[in-house]
Nanobody, 119 residues
Framework: QVQLVESGGGLAQPGGSLRLSCVAS??????????MSWYRQAPGKERDLVAT????????FYADSVKGRFTISRDNVKKTVYLQMNGLKPEDSAVYYC??????????WGQGTQVTVSS
């Protein structure tokens, strides 16, 4: 029932930009009640939190490695969360995953979208 679909990944040059999108569907409750996050996982590494945003508090969190370069935002009408990535570095290359978390702790994951940063 619940589905998260990421898109926007691809190949970018160092210093370039990409915008990832995650479209949600099938939620029982208002999309605004879900905390949305972006994670990434590079080959041979664990899946790490990149950014989190919640409409309830209006707070955001960014990993130190992306702070000042990435921005998380959401559109509750379109039920979409975005990750604007600027100043991309080769070390940003990874599969990026969208995650939704309800107040009960229930979580849902997207299928991931590949981001490759290379010259």
């Amino acid at each position: 029932q619940v589905q998260l679909v990421e898109s926007g990944g691809g190949l970018a040059q160092p210093g370039g930009s990409l915008r990832l999108s995650c479209v949600a569907s099938g939620f029982t409750f208002s999309f605004s009640l879900y905390t949305m996050s972006w994670y990434r996982q590079a080959p041979g590494k664990e899946r790490d939190l990149v950014a989190t945003g919640t409409d309830i508090s209006g707070s955001t969190f960014y990993a130190d490695s992306v702070k000042g370069r990435f921005t998380i935002s959401r559109d509750n009408v379109k039920k979409t969360v975005y990750l604007q990535m600027n100043g991309l570095k080769p070390e940003d290359s990874a599969v990026y995953y969208c995650k939704a978390r309800f107040t009960t702790g229930s979580t849902y994951w997207g299928q991931g979208t590949q981001v490759t940063v290379s010259s």
